[in-house]
Structures are given as structure tokens and as C-alpha cells.
């Protein structure tokens, strides 16, 4: 008889984090017949040892490289036999009552193509977990110095549903996919995770697609996952990943065209954002240096830091046209 849930977890050196994740699913499990799959994407850190050693009800997948994360995913999925999936972040901790009640939401409505948990922050805070699609110009606004001139902050406020309380079930278009459950029917209906996200917008893609199919993505508050977020992408390489991504889904769903000319003029956006941020940073972290003011000095100077890093680094790395 197929497991009523497959759990995915990918892992990129997050070893403490994976354990208290594993932990959380080791328990009864809300009486379902849960499998879970860890797929680590060569940490080097001791997480396949640690999954041996402690967790050997769990299938170990060891990757000689970083495949990414939606190919990893992809990997765990090959193994899956559950008659419901749930990609899992490695930095989260599953609330008791979790699991069922997700399988339960998705054995009670045909309707629904995904289901995700309220995220809480490490303090118990909500963590916002759910958007509308992003558009041309709510990224312009986040990415550009558009946001400094308070433009389009109306259609960027609607696309991060500022005026969702996350305490309330809601049909959504997108998930965070820190935690998303997938009925297996519709996976194979949609497709896996598009293997050309590195990491990042995965989820948005797969949201985007199962909606596409007709089917509803729902926010459901009652069951509860922890998540303490950026431990795997606290990386050098990270905004290179976001921004290839991006790019990557800009072309994807709005043509190549059309979708190319958006990431490029994205893409200089962000270069005059950056720009600004370099040379605001520096003046201020001097004149801050000057009057005494040495920790705030210190935090100007480091955000200045990130943005020549964009500018002289990241940004090339990731070219739009590339």
C-alpha cells in the first residue's frame, strides 16, 4: 500500500538545522505512513554521516555535487511513492498535527493542486509565506531605484499581499516552497521542478504551472512548520543564483522576446540601484567613521560592500542575455 505522504528534503550544509527537522518528523507522525527522503547535494559537513548514524529510517540520497535544488528534488521524486509530496526545506522544524493536517486537505478536495502550512519565524512571529504572481512591475519596483521614488508601490503591496494576516485559509497563487505539498497526481500531471532553476523561483514555476492545469494552491494556517530561512543560500553565489533564476522565469512565461527585454531592463535597474547603494554607503560609513560612530559606521561600510559586489561581480555573472 503507497505511504499516505513522500517528504523531499534537499540538504546543502545546514547539518544542525537537518537534524532538528528530522527530529520534528520522527515522532507518531499523526498516524499517517509517512517516507522521507534527505537528498544532500555533497555539504561536505557531515550530513550524510549524521543521517546514517541518527535518522536510519530515512533514505539517504549522497550526491558527489551541488546538482541544485530543484534537481535534487527531482532526485528524491524518483523515489517517491507516497500518494502525496512534500518538498521540505532542511531548516525547519514540523509542528505535532503538521503532516495530517495537509494529507487532509488534500484528500478532501480534488480542487486543490498544492497545499502549504503557516510559516512562524524561530520567535513564533508569522513568517510571510504566500504572493500573487510577480509582474514586470512589481520587480521593478523591489529591484530598481523605483522603490526609493515610491513608485508602483500599489501593484509591489498587492504582489506581497500586505493585506493577508496569514491566519486565515486562502487560495493563493504562490507558496514559499519551504514546505508545499503536491498531491503525486498532479506532479505527474505538471511536471517535477523545472531542473533550470538552480535554486530560487522553482516553486513560483511550479505554482505558476499546476494553477495553469486548472488547479487551486492553498494557504492552510492550521498546520504549522517552523522555518528559520537563508541557512543553504547564505552563500556568496546567492543573488548570481536569484538573478540567473529570475531571468530565467521572466523568459519562461512571458516569451523569449518579451521576457528578455523585462531582465534586461531589470537587469540595468539594478545596476543603477546598486550603484546609488555603493555610493550612499561609502559616504555615509565616512562621515559616520568621522563623528565616532563606529557600529553604524561598520554596517554602512558592509552594505556598501554588497553592492560593489553586485556591481563589479555578481551582475556579470548573471547576464540576462547570457
Given at each position: 500500500m503507497a505511504p499516505d505522504l513522500s517528504v523531499i528534503i534537499v540538504a546543502y550544509r545546514c547539518r544542525d538545522e537537518l537534524a532538528d527537522c528530522l527530529a520534528s518528523l520522527a515522532p507518531d507522525r499523526d498516524g499517517l505512513a509517512v517516507e522521507v527522503t534527505v537528498v544532500d547535494n555533497a555539504s561536505g559537513d557531515g550530513t550524510t554521516d549524521l543521517v546514517r548514524q541518527r535518522f536510519g529510517w530515512v533514505r539517504l540520497i549522497a550526491n558527489d555535487t551541488n546538482r541544485g535544488f530543484a534537481a535534487a528534488n527531482n532526485q528524491g521524486l524518483g523515489y517517491a511513492s507516497?500518494?502525496?509530496?512534500?518538498?521540505?526545506?532542511?531548516?525547519?522544524?514540523?509542528?505535532?498535527?503538521?503532516?495530517?493536517?495537509?494529507?487532509?486537505?488534500?484528500?478532501?478536495?480534488?480542487?486543490?493542486?498544492?497545499?502549504?502550512?503557516?510559516?512562524?519565524?524561530?520567535?513564533?512571529?508569522?513568517?510571510?509565506?504566500?504572493?500573487?504572481?510577480?509582474?514586470?512591475?512589481?520587480?521593478?519596483?523591489?529591484?530598481?531605484?523605483?522603490?526609493?521614488?515610491?513608485?508602483?508601490?500599489?501593484?509591489?503591496?498587492?504582489?506581497?499581499?500586505?493585506?493577508?494576516?496569514?491566519?486565515?485559509?486562502?487560495?493563493?497563487?504562490?507558496?514559499?516552497?519551504?514546505?508545499?505539498?503536491?498531491?503525486?497526481?498532479?506532479?505527474?500531471?505538471?511536471?517535477?521542478?523545472?531542473?533550470?532553476?538552480?535554486?530560487?523561483?522553482?516553486?513560483?514555476?511550479?505554482?505558476?504551472?499546476?494553477?495553469?492545469?486548472?488547479?487551486?494552491?492553498?494557504?492552510?494556517?492550521?498546520?504549522?512548520?517552523?522555518?528559520?530561512?537563508?541557512?543553504?543560500?547564505?552563500?556568496?553565489?546567492?543573488?548570481?543564483?536569484f538573478c540567473r533564476s529570475m531571468f530565467r522565469y521572466l523568459a519562461k512565461h512571458h516569451g523569449r522576446p518579451l521576457g528578455r527585454t523585462m531582465a534586461v531592463l531589470l537587469w540595468l535597474g539594478m545596476i543603477v540601484r546598486e550603484a546609488g547603494l555603493l555610493a550612499g554607503g561609502t559616504l555615509a560609513a565616512v562621515a559616520l567613521g568621522l563623528t565616532g560612530r563606529t557600529s553604524r559606521a561598520r554596517r554602512r561600510w558592509a552594505g556598501a560592500r554588497r553592492a560593489a559586489r553586485f556591481m563589479f561581480r555578481d551582475a556579470w555573472r548573471s547576464l540576462p542575455w547570457a
Open positions: 507516497g500518494r502525496h509530496v512534500l518538498f521540505l526545506n532542511p531548516d525547519t522544524v514540523v509542528h505535532p498535527g503538521a503532516l495530517a493536517t495537509l494529507v487532509r486537505a488534500l484528500d478532501s478536495d480534488e480542487g486543490l493542486g498544492a497545499c502549504g502550512p503557516q510559516l512562524l519565524n524561530p520567535d513564533g512571529s508569522i513568517q510571510p509565506s504566500v504572493r500573487r504572481f510577480a509582474t514586470f512591475a512589481t520587480l521593478l519596483h523591489q529591484y530598481t531605484p523605483l522603490r526609493v521614488l515610491r513608485v508602483l508601490k500599489r501593484p509591489y503591496r498587492a504582489y506581497k499581499m500586505r493585506d493577508f494576516d496569514g491566519r486565515t485559509a486562502a487560495d493563493v497563487d504562490v507558496l514559499m516552497g519551504a514546505a508545499l505539498a503536491v498531491p503525486r497526481r498532479v506532479l505527474d500531471e505538471v511536471g517535477p521542478m523545472d531542473e533550470r532553476f538552480f535554486v530560487y523561483w522553482e516553486e513560483v514555476d511550479l505554482c505558476r504551472r499546476i494553477r495553469a492545469a486548472g488547479h487551486r494552491v492553498r494557504f492552510d494556517p492550521a498546520a504549522k512548520v517552523t522555518h528559520v530561512g537563508g541557512v543553504s543560500a547564505a552563500t556568496a553565489t546567492a543573488s548570481v543564483f
